[in-house]
């Protein structure tokens, strides 16, 4: 009985010793292709089964296996696509968001020219009906220096007893706002400490009144 070697097309190994009727029985399980190279005792090279004249007739009667289908390079990634779409979709909804925030916010401006609206104004009316009126002005005191001085309605009042009148006047005038009238000479601590006193004593909002010769500047 002739022993066979077989092995798959260009393998460097080989199965041994198998007969005829295996290699057969193995190319109709599908175990072996047609291409796959057998060698017989005596043949001097590799053939394939295909070729080989023990082989050839039931190599025929083998169907080849299916081939692979080819890639199309035309498909398009639809799930990449798909995240671009979301992303620029979340951009343009914060983009549509912040544009009609802008809109939304209407900041005062600081001059009453040039299309920007300047400081609220007021009419006296106003401010006798709902604001207590406080001035400060620098005085010269005792040796000369210049000193603070806060008048509530005309009338002085110590820095230490502000609070106590400014409450006075909301219990008993109901008014809730008051209009702060310094001069640009007046330190900035000193007019933090009052604004503190009007809240201190219940006043909701302060007013700091601008000259009329500053608005037009």
Do not use: C
Request: charged share 25%.
């Amino acid at each position: 009985m002739s022993s066979y070697s077989i092995r798959h097309e260009g393998s460097p190994r080989s199965v041994d010793g198998l007969t005829a009727a295996d290699i057969t029985q193995g190319l109709l399980d599908g175990q072996w292709e047609p291409t796959d190279e057998v060698m017989a005792p005596g043949d001097p090279d590799w053939t394939a089964l295909e070729n080989h004249p023990d082989f050839a007739e039931t190599a025929l009667d083998v169907e080849p296996p299916p081939s692979r289908p080819l890639d199309d390079e035309t498909r398009l990634d639809m799930n990449a696509l798909i995240d671009v779409t979301l992303v620029l979709l979340i951009f343009f909804i914060l983009t549509t968001s912040y544009a009609a925030l802008q809109k939304m916010l209407d900041l005062p401006g600081t001059a009453a020219e040039g299309g920007l609206r300047g400081p609220p104004r007021v009419t006296p009316e106003q401010v006798e009906k709902f604001m207590i009126r406080v001035e400060v002005r620098l005085e010269k005191g005792d040796g000369g220096k210049e000193v603070p001085e806060i008048k509530v309605e005309g009338q002085p009042v110590a820095l230490d007893g502000l609070v106590g009148t400014l409450k006075k006047y909301v219990t008993d005038s109901r008014k809730t706002e008051m209009l702060l009238d310094h001069s640009p000479r007046v330190p900035h601590g000193v007019v933090v400490a009052i604004q503190d006193a009007a809240r201190g004593a219940g006043v909701q909002q302060v007013h700091l009144l601008v000259p009329r010769e500053e608005l037009k500047k």
